[in-house]
């Protein structure tokens, strides 16, 4: 009772296991992600014939849409395991236009048959020539001794492989069970253990936030102590399929590590495994042990296990009192972002080559709006990056290149090869959607959050995707999402900062002035509100209002250590100044804001206000530190320079030369430039004030039709109101006065309130007279 055989693919020193999804070089595994080697399978299997790119995407991808240049990341990372170096192409040939062909000769060789003994398959080679006595005897004798050993070995065959799991299965670790009364493995090894087993493409362990949400679920303190009995509960209640259950002990001076995984249904065993360590400081050596033997017995692949497994000190650190403080600034990440922070520092005094605890640092200042702080720290995360897993170190690359170097289109492939490789890890479609809101893909900004939030596993109720529903203007589906939130217990500042918003686009000013009055305490984003409050004021025409929210934006930032923000909020008030014509107090705002920090956009921002307001020299200063600062940065590169050239050509009268000045901004023109307050299609009010000055009437007002197409975008920025001004005097020009008319008039019904010096506002005045 024979079953049909498998086939290999021989091709060069290659074979091609299917069944096994494994390529072998010299009978040596060549780790691939898992949709490279099925790109390379239907290559191979079609190696005669040219693969159109439509129908490749349509074979690696059945059921999901897809960019091409998924495929292209793929074939990229083919090319590099076959060892073919640059425009070889000895094995995959690009066809121009239509697709590609498997270029070297493929050899179909058939499986070994099987033959059946009492239940159970052995392997037997098939002889196509005539046998001899002594070569059946050699054969026989094998068959005898496959027999013998699979008959002797039944129980071994059922302990190893009837446990295996799915790389679809959700694996929930408790907490160790520590013994030796030594409180610094407490939580610790927890950490460590979940670092080594996060390395692994297969294993999906359930990440702390679920954890600590099904406790709630379950009337228990987030941070509870997740015991064997309470993680076997938060397996079954997040249909996990396995806990990992670890204990250490002490025997003398030596320690004694292990590890059990058990069917969270059935509490039946599926793979236990242990190691010693003859002292405190290889305690976490044997926890790599444990770790790598574990991942092996639960179904992962050996070439998987031996590619993702590096050591726990390079993972980590080697410190346990290192390992303790990332731990405990781990589980309180997920909360109050400041309650970390001294937690991460501790841990990087405890061992100054921690390179995870630099990382994880960094991000957290840049998410506080500390850019400065968040990209020294992530800098020195990369310095150290060669010492760390594949895992951390897609972390580490594509934040560098993201938030240090600025390389948006490096960013976007760390992702991607971040996605590919560890495909169920919600930090890689969170970080894309982070680059497509820089690019401006506001619908991919929205689908990438999406997807990070069901990977999360965690509540769908998320302020990042209210975020994304404002940018998309969806205003209703945002503000049902952040009120539901409150009433399941959920509520974040940042939902307020959301409503606040939503708030200001529906004209709620009741609700914005609601939603204020319960933030401007609070010590982490009283001073994110009070700029909002100053950037309201302003688009109404308030100066003198906007001005006092300033003041105390700057003084709420600096008291919460916030230098960054604070000179952010002076550099937007600098520029809320030059639009208005308020030239006087632009060069105050932007040296208060230089004063505080050089931060990229801080100089940025500044560099615009004072090229607006005529200052070319302070302007361009700025525009040639950022060139030289930021030489990859693309948002530097292709936003800010551009505008500030402009800005300065404007001004001086020259709009004609300002216009093909910002051409380099066109592809990026929508995206917004910082998290923590950057501006938002600068450059297209720009392009339209050019327009203007370069008698273009037409062509201006195009470009201010694309500010009023994105409101969830501009927001409450000033030139969503000027945008309405721009209007008018573009179609003035053009000599249309019956669309000339209602624009004037929505910008006056914006300012019914504003103050009545600001001097373009007397200039709208008298262009309206001249109207009538």
């Known amino acids: ?67 091409e240049s998924n495929l292209a990341q793929n074939i990229f990372v083919l090319r590099k395991a076959l060892g073919e170096t640059a425009g070889q192409n000895r094995y995959i040939a690009t066809v121009p236009g239509r697709g590609y062909r498997f270029a070297e000769k493929v050899r179909v060789v058939p499986e070994p048959e099987e033959i059946v003994v009492q239940g159970r398959s052995i392997t037997h080679l ?97 941070d509870t102590r997740l015991t064997h009995e309470l993680a076997r509960e938060v397996c079954q209640r997040t249909a996990g399929a396995a806990v990992l259950d670890a204990s250490i002990a002490q025997l003398g001076t030596r320690y004694l590590l292990t590890l059990r995984a058990l069917d969270c249904s059935s509490g039946e065993p599926l793979a236990s495994t242990e190691a010693e360590a003859s002292d405190k400081n290889r305690v976490l050596d044997a926890l790599g042990k444990i770790a790598a033997e574990t991942r092996g017995k639960l179904g992962e692949s050996l070439a998987s296990v031996q590619k993702y497994d590096v050591p726990p000190q390079d993972v980590t650190t080697p410190s346990l009192e290192a390992l303790k403080s990332y731990s405990l ?21 405890e061992d100054p080559n921690f390179a995870m605890a630099y990382a994880q640092l960094g991000v957290i200042y840049v998410n506080l709006g500390q850019t400065v702080r968040g990209a020294e720290n992530i800098r020195k995360a990369f310095e150290l990056r060669d010492r760390v897993s594949e895992r951390e170190k897609l972390y580490i690359a594509s934040h560098y290149d993201h938030m240090v170097a600025g390389d948006l289109e490096a960013a976007r492939k760390d992702y991607e090869l971040w996605t590919q490789l560890y495909p169920r890890d919600p930090g890689a479609p969170a970080g894309l959607g982070v680059v497509y809101f820089n690019l401006g893909d506001f619908d991919r900004v929205l689908t990438m959050t999406q997807d990070a ?3 999360s596993g965690k509540s769908k109720l998320s302020p990042n995707l209210v975020w994304c529903y404002i940018f998309v203007n969806r205003l209703n589906d945002g503000k049902a999402m952040a009120l539901e939130a409150q009433t399941h217990n959920q509520d974040d500042p940042l939902f307020h900062l959301n409503l606040y918003i939503i708030d200001f ?17 609070n010590p982490t984003w009283g001073h994110a509100v009070l700029e909002y409050e100053a950037d309201t004021a302003a688009y109404g025409g308030q100066f003198a209002k906007a001005r006092e929210f300033t003041h105390r934006a700057v003084d709420a930032a600096q008291k919460a250590d916030n230098k960054q923000a604070a000179a952010v909020d002076e550099a937007e008030a600098a520029i809320r100044e030059a639009l208005v014509g308020n030239m006087a107090l632009v060069k105050q705002h932007a040296r208060s804001a230089l004063t505080l920090s050089n931060g990229k956009d801080v100089e940025a921002i500044s560099a615009i206000a004072s090229s607006l307001a005529g200052d070319s020299t302070q302007a361009m200063q700025l525009a040639n530190d950022l060139g030289k600062r930021f030489p990859q940065d693309t948002i530097v590169q292709s936003n ?45 009010y720009l392009r339209g004030e050019s327009y203007l000055a370069a008698k273009l009437g037409p062509a201006a007002a195009a470009e201010f039709q694309k500010i009023l197409d994105h409101p969830g975008v501009v927001q409450n920025e000033l030139i969503g109101a000027l945008a309405h001004l721009g209007q008018g005097r573009a179609y003035a020009l053009s000599g249309d006065t019956n669309k000339a008319h209602p624009a004037y008039q929505e910008f006056f019904t914006l300012w019914k309130d504003a103050d009545p010096d600001v001097p373009v506002l007397k200039q709208a005045k008298a262009e309206y007279a001249k109207l009538q």
């Not at 027999?147 to 446990?163: D, E, P």
């Not at 600034?329 to 005094?349: N, V």
């Open 1 to 67: 009772m024979s079953k049909e055989p498998n086939h290999f693919y021989e091709f060069g020193p290659f074979r091609l296991d299917p069944e096994k999804l494994l390529l072998l070089r010299d009978n040596r595994p060549v780790p691939l992600p898992p949709k490279a080697f099925d790109t390379l399978f239907v290559l191979v299997r079609n190696s005669e014939s040219v693969v159109l790119k439509d129908d490749l995407m349509k074979s690696v991808w059945p059921d999901t849409f897809v960019e």
């Open 505 to 521: 686009l529906q004209r709620d000013f009741a609700g914005m002035k609601r939603e204020a009055a319960g933030l401007v305490s």
């Open 640 to 684: 800010y320079l551009p505008t500030i050239r402009a800005a300065c050509e404007l001004r001086h009268g020259d709009g004609g030369k300002a216009i093909p000045t910002l051409a380099a901004s066109e592809p990026y023109e929508l995206g917004i430039t910082a998290l923590d307050g950057g501006t938002s299609l600068y450059p297209v």
């Open 329 to 349: 600034a781990m589980k309180e990440r997920t909360g109050d972002f400041t309650r970390c922070i001294p937690l991460f520092q501790r841990a990087i005094d």
């Open 453 to 455: 939030v069901n990977l």
């Open 126 to 222: 098939v002889i196509n020539e005539e046998s001899s006595p002594s070569k059946l005897w050699r054969w026989t004798g094998v068959a005898a001794v496959a027999v013998a050993a699979l008959l002797g070995g039944t129980w071994y065959w059922r302990s190893h492989h009837a446990a295996k799991l799915t790389d679809k299965d959700t694996v929930v670790l408790a907490d160790f069970a520590n013994t030796t009364g030594d409180p610094v493995f407490d939580g610790t090894l927890r950490q460590g253990l979940s670092a080594q087993l996060e390395q692994s493409p297969f294993l999906n362990l359930l990440s702390d936030q679920r954890i600590g949400e099904t406790l709630s679920l379950m009337a228990e303190p987030k």
